[in-house]
Structures are given as structure tokens and as C-alpha cells.
């Protein structure tokens, strides 16, 4: 579908002088793959330090005398700053750089991770899982546009997509790992204590890095226009201009599903196999260590789709395939069905967000990357904020199988998210921030 353009950003784009059309400087190789595989390093401990609540939250439960709202509760104000640092994080990043916003994201929720196993009461531990929530945010809103600005565009998705998201999945097995080994021993305290120490080695790596040069490229461009000071006013040029508002609202569909579908139920997930399948909490953690491994594997499938198909199509095939078979999975009572299923219900996941968050940050120019990139995933998680309160209100009264197969209906969103939007797929960095 053809874009209609507007004055603000994209008229610029197109009429601007014969000499300012030239691309960005590429990349080089090394630093392409150190950015891709930094920022997948602080996804993978912002995948722990976000799942280890729910692997652990029997444990948590216990100790605050939790009711299954109140958990509810705690999930869903990690959440919120989740959302709020995501748009915040992603202006960050286009009002002062990439690599300097990445390097703070991981700073502040490595720290308040660590405070959060040191918390003497539910409120505060409440609090600490807001800001570990607000830092956390700034691995996805920066560390995406940050790598497609540095791979090529044949391979973009494979970095941006199946690499970091990846990543995800293997810092959610790590903390299954320690929930499994480490809590039940040493009880929940110590999971989140320990998360200060790889925080701090990743900020470490990220220091080699440089800063992205399509971004420092258009930066010099608007100073060159005397327009550096817009850099200021990023959300606002997104609304001033028809297009991108309404990529905003293609970006917004598609993270209500990718965000409703991950947090709806799985906070829940170790309670209702624990009750439907009569396992024991290592059972669970180790069946569930099963779908993450899956979750590892998928978003590389998914990215060589993308790649291969297109963006639309591989994006859509995951999505059907998922619904189905999450709506399966919580349809049965014997587990090996049930097993099965969620290799694809929970593992596709990882398809899912890896298509999806490859392509809303292929849909802004680079000079609102970060901001569009932003808003996009806070908008869309903003159903998300509700989701852990709402399944632990319900989940006694209608249950979580019924719970989770009207969640999975939202794919629908995504589905329709990628049938009205533009095809990315190979076309350059300048193609892209031409926005036609």
C-alpha cells in the first residue's frame, strides 16, 4: 500500500539537494555485529530480570503473603515503566545518541534489580520492579534501531530480528535455570541480587562501541539545515505528518498483540501447570525451560522468513500458527499435548516479536527512528499494563485456559497491522527514511 506524503519530515527527505541524498556511510562489519550482539546481551539480562518474578513469584507469594491480584498488581507496575521507558528511552535515543541511552538502560535496572532482592516489603519491592521496568525498556526502544542502522539491509532482520530476540529467550532460560537451581535452596532474594553483576559487565562492553553513523549522518544533515534544534521535538514531528502517524498506529497494532500475548498469561504460566498438570515447581520450571529453548530457536526462523518472503508474509504466517496453537495448548488436559503445542504457542513468540520489532523500526525515518520505534511498542503495551491484573482477577472464576485463548484473538491486530502496511523488506536505509 502507497504512502501519501506530508510536509514536516518527508517532504524533506525527497527534495532535499542532490547533495544531501547520498546514504550513510555503511558499517563496518565488526561493529555491526558488536552492536547486534551488545544489545542482544542486555536483552538477555532484561529477560531475566523481567522473567525471574514470574518463574520465581510461588516463592514471592509466600514471602509478602501475596492474594493472586496483588501479584497481579506488582506485574503489571513493572509494566508500566516498561511502557513509560520505552517512549522515554527512545527519545533518549534520538535526542542524545545510541550508544550513550543504551549504556544508561542497563546501568539502571541492573542496579535496581539487585536493590529489588534486598526489599523488605511488597510496596517497595513494588516500586524497585517500576524502575527496573523504566530501565529495562531502553534495551528494545534503542538496542532495535541501533542495529538496523548498522546491518546491512539484506540481513537486517537476522540482527535486528532474530539476534537480539534471541537473546531474549536464552535470558529467560538463564533465569529458569536459576530459579530452578538457586531459589528453591536460597530462596528468591538471591536470583535478583545477582543480576547487578552481568548488568555491570555488559556496560562495560558497551563502551568499545561507536555511535551509529546513519544517525549522526542525519544529525549533521539537520544541522546543515539549521534544523538541529527538531531533534527536540521528535513525537511531535511524527503526529505533524499523516504517514507516519499512521505507521504509528500499524506499530501500536502490532505490539498490543506482541505484548498481550507475552505478559497476558505467562506471569501466570508455573500456577497453571502446577495446577491442571499436578506438577511439582521443578517440573514446571524444567517444561517450561522446553518453550524458551523454542523461543531461542524461532526468531532465526522467523528473521530467514522475513528475509527470504517478506516482512508481511512471514509475519502473518507466525501469527496465524501461533493463535492456533496457543488456543490448542489451553484447550487440553494431557500434557504431552499440551507440551507440544507450546513449542509453537509460546515458542513462536519469538517469530512473532522478532518480525515485529524489525519492522516498526524500518518504518520511521532515522531522524525520529528511536522515538517513532518508541511510542510504537509503549502504545501498544499500554493493554499490556492490565493484563496481569486482569488474569490474576479472573483466574479464579474463569480460569487461565479460558484467559489465554481470548488473548490469543488479539493476533488478529497483528495480522491486520501487516496487511495495511508497507513491505521493508531489502530497501536501504536512505529508501527508508525517504518514508515512499
Known amino acids: 500500500m502507497t504512502d501519501i506524503t506530508s510536509p514536516p519530515?518527508?517532504?524533506r527527505?525527497?527534495?532535499?539537494?542532490?547533495?544531501?541524498?547520498?546514504?550513510?556511510?555503511?558499517?563496518?562489519?565488526?561493529?555491526?555485529?558488536?552492536?547486534a550482539f551488545s544489545s542482544g546481551l542486555g536483552f538477555l539480562f532484561d529477560a531475566y530480570v523481567v522473567n525471574i518474578y514470574s518463574f520465581v513469584l510461588p516463592l514471592i507469594v509466600v514471602s509478602f503473603s501475596l492474594s493472586s491480584t496483588a501479584a497481579g498488581v506488582i506485574g503489571s507496575v513493572m509494566l508500566g515503566g516498561y511502557t513509560l521507558g520505552t517512549f522515554a528511552f527512545g527519545w533518549a535515543a534520538d535526542r542524545f545518541g545510541r550508544k550513550d541511552t543504551l549504556g544508561a538502560s542497563i546501568v539502571l535496572y541492573g542496579i535496581t534489580t539487585g536493590v529489588s532482592g534486598l526489599a523488605g516489603g511488597a510496596g517497595l519491592f513494588a516500586a524497585l520492579r517500576f524502575l527496573t521496568g523504566l530501565g529495562g525498556a531502553g534495551e528494545l526502544s534503542v538496542g532495535v534501531p541501533y542495529t538496523i542502522e548498522a546491518w546491512p539491509a539484506r540481513r537486517r532482520a537476522i540482527g535486528a530480528g532474530g539476534v537480539i530476540f534471541s537473546m531474549y529467550a536464552v535470558g529467560a532460560l538463564l533465569a529458569l535455570v536459576v530459579a530452578l537451581l538457586v531459589a528453591p535452596g536460597a530462596g528468591w532474594r538471591l536470583p535478583f541480587i545477582l543480576a547487578v553483576i552481568p548488568a555491570l559487565l555488559v556496560w562495560g562492553l558497551r563502551r568499545a562501541l561507536r555511535e551509529s553513523i546513519p544517525y549522526e549522518f542525519a544529525r549533521a544533515r539537520q544541522s546543515r539545515r539549521g534544523q538541529a534544534g527538531e531533534a527536540r521535538r521528535q513525537a511531535r514531528q511524527i503526529f505533524a505528518s499523516p504517514v507516519l502517524r499512521r505507521r504509528l498506529a500499524i506499530a501500536t497494532l502490532i505490539f498490543i498483540a506482541n505484548a498481550v500475548g507475552y505478559w497476558g498469561f505467562l506471569v501466570f504460566l508455573q500456577k497453571y501447570m502446577l495446577a491442571t498438570f499436578n506438577l511439582t515447581f521443578r517440573q514446571s520450571l524444567a517444561l517450561t525451560m522446553a518453550f524458551y529453548a523454542a523461543m531461542a530457536v524461532w526468531p532465526f526462523v522467523g528473521a530467514a522468513a522475513a528475509e527470504r518472503f517478506g516482512r508481511r508474509p512471514a509475519a502473518i504466517a507466525g501469527a496465524i500458527t501461533l493463535a492456533v496453537t496457543s488456543i490448542l495448548a489451553f484447550s487440553t488436559h494431557h500434557l504431552i499435548v499440551f507440551a507440544i503445542a507450546q513449542l509453537f504457542g509460546i515458542g513462536l513468540l519469538g517469530w512473532t516479536w522478532s518480525v515485529g520489532q524489525t519492522y516498526v523500526a524500518e518504518l520511521f525515518p532515522t531522524e525520529v527512528r528511536g522515538t517513532g520505534f518508541g511510542l510504537g511498542v509503549a502504545f501498544g503495551r499500554i493493554p499490556s499494563i492490565g493484563?496481569?491484573?486482569?488474569?490474576?482477577?479472573?483466574?479464579g472464576s474463569i480460569g487461565l485456559a479460558t484467559i489465554a485463548k481470548c488473548f490469543a484473538v488479539l493476533w488478529v491486530l497483528y495480522i491486520i497491522a501487516f496487511l495495511v502496511g508497507p513491505e521493508t523488506r531489502g530497501r536501504s536505509l536512505e529508501e527508508l527514511d525517504a518514508v515512499g
Open 387 to 395: 493484563g496481569p491484573v486482569l488474569t490474576g482477577t479472573l483466574i
Open 13 to 35: 527527505a525527497r527534495l532535499r539537494p542532490a547533495g544531501e541524498r547520498t546514504a550513510a556511510p555503511a558499517t563496518d562489519r565488526k561493529q555491526a555485529r558488536l552492536v
Open 9 to 11: 519530515i518527508l517532504d
